[in-house]
């Protein structure tokens, strides 16, 4: 089972896209939709204050009838954010994303933002695991 910090090493894209909680919801939201993502982390200069995900945007926004244009994403985003740290276990991160309903969680490294899992990385490297047992498991039946 491998830790947060080797399955951020192996994500092929690294980048952890930020806004700032001034920033308008239309801002963060065409960043999203440019980027090609579900999350962004909202740092208050370099400190964690927050996240905003397409699920608050449609709750928030849409849903309300409230503006794009006009509301902030800290009119929207979840300020109580559920962290992780780069020794926690992807068992972990899975338990904790399955029982809070979450599909990013930042890691955290001594205070400081250092990545994002989404649950795709988990699932992807969930899946890459149990191949691997797979195979071990037909070569001990093969005898090999």
């Not at 993502?37 to 204050?49: C, M, P, Q, S, T």
Request: aromatic letters at 2%; one cysteine or more.
């Amino acid at each position: 089972m491998k830790t947060v910090a080797e399955i951020l090493r192996s994500k092929q894209h690294a980048a952890v896209y930020s806004v700032s909680p001034s920033a308008s919801v239309l801002d963060a939201i065409s960043l999203m939709a440019e980027k090609g993502i579900g999350a962004l982390v909202v740092l208050d200069g370099n400190r964690l204050a927050g996240i905003v995900s397409e699920r608050d945007y449609v709750r928030k926004v849409e849903l309300l009838e409230r503006s794009a244009f006009s509301a902030k994403v800290s009119d929207i985003m979840t300020a109580e954010v559920i962290t992780i740290g780069p020794r926690d276990t992807s068992q972990h991160c899975l338990q904790l994303m399955t029982d809070r309903h979450l599909r990013h969680l930042p890691v955290l490294a001594e205070g400081e933002l250092i990545g994002l899992l989404s649950i795709g990385d988990l699932v992807k490297e969930t899946i890459a695991e149990q191949a691997g047992l797979i195979q071990q498991l037909e070569q001990y039946i093969r005898g090999e």
